[in-house]
Nanobody
């Protein structure tokens, strides 16, 4: 079992920055990848960014060059630095962890609201 708790959401003006954090606890040694997803009202949840155990990253095209995902294994933390925020980035952001296994298991945090005003 893995527990994920997000923090760092809030209200920011367009062009501003926010840093989201995800604290992991439980069977953290088995986490293969950590990611961030977001869900805006009336829309499906979508991938924002993901980072693997080895440090490989992948980003949605809409956030490339603006967002940076990182992972501090020593602190059991994942972070998402969001710069140059746009109103269309407004959503609930969820931390995600994929745990090794057959089949792999996916865990989710409770979500944190990010609101970007124009």
């Amino acid at each position: 079992q893995v527990q994920l708790v997000e923090s760092g959401g809030g209200l920011v003006q367009a062009g501003g920055s926010l840093r989201l954090s995800c604290a992991a606890s439980g069977s953290i040694f088995s986490i293969n990848a950590m990611g961030w997803y977001r869900q805006a009202p009336g829309k499906q949840r979508e991938l924002v960014a993901v980072i693997t155990r080895s440090g490989l990253t992948n980003y949605a095209d809409s956030v490339k060059g603006r967002f940076t995902i990182s992972r501090d294994s020593a602190k059991n933390m994942g972070c998402l630095q969001m710069n140059s925020l746009k109103p269309e980035d407004t959503a609930v952001y969820y931390c995600n962890a994929v745990v090794a296994g057959i089949p792999p298991k996916t865990y989710w945090g409770q979500g944190t609201q990010v609101t970007v005003s124009s």
